[in-house]
């Protein structure tokens, strides 16, 4: 080992491992050029063939949903007779972590969620067959078990097609139109549609055995409304959701090309005045395009950002080696992550673009290194052996503890585990490809641009800053030069630094206490506006039906020109409604979507029927309510403490860490009529 090592480190460092692997690729530079050339092209080939483009990455949710129908229209004959009896009967399973039930008028939910590692789609199946043979239900019930998904509605759809009528009548025959959306699922069904999976209606009513008649009977649980821009007018129309979810790794903007262009042809058969029309509401397409578009933007502003600045700081010749570095650096980036398996989706895109701010430092470091020594040196090879030397070690340090600080994301678990792996991936992929770049293939760019003949010696090289970047070293080192060897001297400026880095501790500590915390700070702008309605409690289907409309009618008005399409989803029933409202990109309208954001909120005020939040569609989940829960087996008293914990808290005053006062800004208890449960408690 002793040997090999003198052979590695021999001639007092002046032939490290290192400066070799640099010169291999400066000396072979004909093959260097051909490995170079056949990892870029395989890198642009993965980001515009092989790599799939999906809207989030798959990843398992360990929770099963268990809904249905007991049709006897009592919420507490449902929990007791149903959401309990479910409940006991899964808590019994080692595998399950917790249960929560809900039950309102003659529907239930029951929301499992299971250990980590469990597998839901199994251990759900299972759930459900010991539910059907333990007889712990009454027969009349009509259930189901889905494993939720990340999507556009409650089951975790890919994708969304509203269908309508061509009329502002929201009170249409609904039936007729549900039979009409199973008509167009039997069409799209017939094309083959290689990237669907799945593809069903959501239906909004639900099917059961009345257990007073014992006859089969529907009932409408959800309503659905979907709204455009057309003739410079807003209008909302009643409509039946249709969700398609995706094979995992299939790509969605394909599909989504597919999907539009099987439901222009439906469209195209339809006929009359009352005629029927579907539209695609729902795709991750659209945003993994702008994505990819602010991606391809970002990379051209900082490429010529380090051309501009690269060209004044160094030398324009310099500048061009660090940009094709950068793009080398992308492109085999890119290439890795297809071989590792991952997609084109909304985690590792935004990761490319945090990538590009690190990127770029070995690339400069080792550009610099190699324009300081051609200044001195004559000869390109001792250029490269001995700017490598100088810079390598520095390198190899930074770029590992670089990597090591992303490293611990990468074992993150549970679902936000799943879906941030990809950041630490993509980066620490970048900056072991950024070292590896700045060692092998700069020494060859630098060959052909920047170590030629004329480019070599003092009198060849020009700088543009150099009398500028003189003058600031000038005035940084003045203390120092001024102090000398003098004692008194030195001991007077180090502590006058010491004195000044205190400085800027204690402002940065004020300006500390000063910013707010936010896991998911708010964006400045963003495409679209969420709509929450939290209906009163006793409300009817039909009277939720009836607030949402005047609700759509607020937005329609406010939102006006800048509203592009909407829809609940068939996310909205009785107790609650939730509508995603797609406004024009913001390089297209004026305003900003905070400002329409709060327009909608101070239009909401007062309304009646429903509680009203607005918010943005933005980076991680809505912001959600602070929950109290009282567990107890006497509901009775348990509504009384809630409305005695409520009255106390409308009262109270919050002192925030800055002295700010602060009181709560809205204070509910649940519906006295939905009965919930959790771990088997009321």
Same mark, same amino acid.
């Given at each position: ?36 050339? +056949? ?31 007991? +049709? ?7 929990? =007791? ?92 025959? +609904? ?162 992550? #297809? ?10 895109? #935004? ?22 020594? =051609? =200044? ?72 052909? +641009? ?38 008194? =001297? ?21 300006? #500390? ?93 007062? #309304? ?75």
């Amino acid at each position: 080992m002793k040997k090999l090592l003198t052979s590695i480190y021999k001639s007092d460092g002046q032939d490290r491992l290192l400066p070799r692997i640099s010169l291999v690729t400066f000396d072979h530079y004909r093959i260097a050029l051909i490995v170079w050339a +056949l990892l870029v092209l395989f890198g642009a080939l993965s980001y515009g063939v092989f790599l799939k483009r999906q809207g989030f990455p798959s990843i398992s949710i360990p929770y099963s949903i268990i809904n249905g129908a007991y +049709l006897v229209n009592d919420p507490a004959k449902v929990d =007791r007779e149903v959401a309990k009896p479910i409940s006991d009967l899964v808590l019994k399973d080692d595998r399950v972590k917790s249960v929560e039930t809900t039950s309102r008028g003659a529907f239930f939910v029951v929301a499992v969620q299971y250990q980590e590692g469990t597998d839901p789609d199994a251990v759900g199946k299972e759930i459900e067959s010991k539910i059907e043979k333990s007889g712990a239900i009454p027969e009349q019930v009509r259930l189901q078990i889905q494993s939720p998904r990340f999507g556009f509605t409650e089951r975790g759809d890919d994708a969304v097609i509203s269908l309508y009528r061509e009329t502002a009548d929201t009170s249409g025959d +609904l039936q007729s139109m549900t039979d009409e959306a199973d008509k167009l699922v039997a069409f799209v069904k017939s094309k083959n549609i290689n990237g669907i999976e799945s593809i069903s209606t959501i239906d909004p009513f639900v099917d059961g055995i009345n257990p007073a008649t014992g006859q089969s009977v529907s009932s409408q649980n959800t309503f659905d409304r979907y709204a455009e821009r057309n003739d410079d007018k807003n209008q909302y129309f009643q409509s039946v959701a249709i969700g398609i979810m995706q094979y995992e790794g299939s790509d969605v903007i394909k599909l989504d090309d597919q999907l539009r262009t099987v439901i222009a042809e439906y469209n195209s058969q339809q006929a009359g005045v009352d005629k029927y029309k579907a539209v695609v509401s729902a795709s991750f397409a659209t945003d993994i395009k702008h994505q990819i578009g602010e991606l391809q933007k970002a990379l051209l502003e900082g490429l010529i950002a380090v051309l501009v600045v690269g060209s004044l700081v160094i030398a324009v010749r310099a500048s061009i080696v660090t940009v094709i570095s950068m793009i080398s650096v992308l492109a085999i980036t890119v290439g890795a992550l #297809f071989l590792l398996g991952y997609t084109l989706n909304t985690i590792t895109l #935004f990761a490319l673009i945090l990538c590009l701010g690190l990127i770029v430092d070995d690339t400069i470091i080792m550009v610099e290194a190699l324009d300081a020594q =051609r =200044r001195r040196l004559k000869n390109a090879r001792d250029i490269i052996r001995t700017a490598t030397q100088k810079v390598s070690r520095a390198m190899v340090a930074a770029t590992l503890t670089a990597s090591l600080s992303f490293a611990p994301l990468l074992f993150v678990g549970g679902i936000l585990g799943g879906f941030i792996r990809a950041i630490p991936v993509t980066v620490i992929t970048s900056l072991l490809v950024s070292l590896a770049v700045a060692l092998v293939f700069i020494p060859l760019f630098a060959r052909f +641009l920047l170590l030629g003949r004329k480019q070599l010696g003092e009198g060849n090289v020009y700088e543009p800053a150099a009398a500028v970047e003189s003058k600031i070293a000038g005035f940084i080192a003045g203390p120092l030069i001024w102090a000398g060897h003098i004692r008194k =001297r030195l001991v007077m400026v180090g502590v006058t630094a010491i004195l000044i880095s205190f400085i800027f501790i204690g402002a940065s500590g004020y300006l #500390f206490q000063k910013v707010t915390f936010n896991i998911f700070p708010p964006s400045k702008d963003t495409n679209g506006l969420s709509l929450m309605m939290i209906f009163d409690p006793g409300t009817t289907l039909e009277q939720a039906q009836r607030t949402a409309d005047r609700a759509n009618k607020i937005v329609a008005d406010i939102v006006g020109e800048n509203f592009v399409q909407a829809s609940y989803y068939a996310i909205a029933n009785d107790s609650k409604a939730t509508q995603r409202i797609d406004i024009l990109p913001y390089d297209k309208r004026d305003v900003r979507s905070p400002q329409l954001r709060d327009e909608l909120q101070a239009a909401f005020v007062g #309304f009646k029927g429903a509680s009203v939040d607005v918010g943005q569609l933005d980076v991680g989940p809505p912001a959600s309510n602070f929950d109290v829960r009282i567990a107890s087996e006497n509901r009775e008293q348990s509504l009384k403490l809630a409305a005695d914990i409520k009255a106390f808290l409308e009262q109270t005053t919050l002192t925030r860490a800055s002295g700010e006062v602060a009181k709560l800004k809205d204070v509910a208890i649940s519906d006295p009529g939905t009965y919930s449960r959790s771990g088997g408690d009321v």
